[in-house]
């Protein structure tokens, strides 16, 4: 049944309680899992919400695992959602089968393409469908929701504040794939989920929105300059910022000198991004 949570487990943690949540998701028409720290205060009042969209074959947990963020949250006084990557377990043909399509690799788009269409709507599933259902059950304040995100998250950060600029009053991203529709990740899953008619991607490229909507808030961009993906032309950080400077955007993207793709990466800077999204939230 929709919006019926199912804990399947809770941690007690700076305070706060972390906890693995599952529900019925009618945008994916099938079981969806995510993760959300309830800071202290939570305890009293309403707190602001921070959601994280995580990358590439991750889950809802790799990030409140590795990235050492409930401390921050806790003294910040922010509640953190993140949610899976995409669907599971749907039945569809070749699900499983690549690293980056399918399974794990869900990219933040609502598809139009068969067969995927059927299941991975996850736009629309972390933009609308689960922030109702969060905000309905714990004592947070829609008013004040941010977001961020690492790599194929990033991008998904990205897309969601500029499509959505009323609804998250900040955003930031640690390594994120930030022109896809100019690298082969971006341009394979696009192909897979919407179609080869590339007007159909600028939806889904937060390069290509900064053509129609800018934000007021400022743009926080961690890049380690170790990162393999970003040294292969999969990211684009520096493609990305030419168009926000273009469009009069408000940037600052830090390129960080041997720093990888990893958790270590993300650990090392999240307490500047917690302090970024503080100016906005608090």
Same mark, same amino acid.
């Not at 910040?76 to 377990?89: E, K």
């Not at 039945?91 to 788009?109: R, T």
């Not at 393409?113 to 259902?133: D, G, I």
């Given at each position: ?22 529900? %019925?998701?009618?945008?994916?028409? #099938? ?6 720290? @309830?800071?202290?205060?939570? *305890?009293?009042? $309403? =707190? ?99 977001? %961020?995100?690492?790599?194929?998250? #990033? ?6 504040? @500029?499509?959505?600029?009323? *609804?998250?009053? $900040? =955003? ?111």
């Amino acid at each position: 049944m929709a919006g019926t949570l199912e804990l399947e487990k809770q941690h007690r943690c700076f305070g706060g309680t972390l906890s693995y949540y599952r529900h %019925f998701s009618d945008c994916c028409q #099938g079981s969806m899992q995510f993760t959300l720290y @309830l800071p202290p205060q939570a *305890k009293d009042k $309403s =707190v602001p919400l921070l959601w994280y969209l995580s990358g590439l074959t991750c889950t809802a947990e790799n990030f409140t695992v590795k990235a050492g963020a409930q401390r921050l949250a806790a003294e910040y006084d922010f509640a953190i959602a993140a949610p899976d990557t995409s669907p599971r377990n749907t039945g569809i043909p070749g699900e499983d089968e690549s690293w980056d399509l399918g399974s794990g690799a869900g990219f933040y788009v609502d598809a139009t393409v068969e067969p995927w269409s059927s299941h991975y709507q996850m736009y629309s599933y972390v933009t609308q469908e689960l922030p109702t259902l969060v905000i309905e059950n714990f004592p947070l304040d829609a008013d004040k929701q941010s977001i %961020f995100g690492h790599s194929m998250g #990033g991008h998904g950060a990205l897309v969601c504040a @500029l499509r959505n600029p009323k *609804k998250y009053q $900040s =955003v930031s991203a640690f390594a994120p794939i930030a022109a896809p529709s100019q690298t082969t990740w971006g341009q394979n899953a696009f192909k897979a989920y919407l179609g080869d008619d590339t007007k159909f991607w600028a939806a889904y490229d937060a390069a290509e929105l900064l053509n129609t909507q800018t934000l007021e808030s400022e743009i926080l961009i961690d890049q380690g300059t170790a990162d393999s993906f970003y040294q292969d032309g999969g990211l684009l950080p520096e493609k990305f910022a030419e168009v926000c400077e273009q469009a009069g955007q408000k940037i600052k993207l830090r390129l960080q000198d041997g720093y990888d793709h990893s958790y270590f990466f993300v650990s090392t800077f999240i307490q500047d991004h917690f302090q970024h999204h503080a100016q906005y939230l608090q």
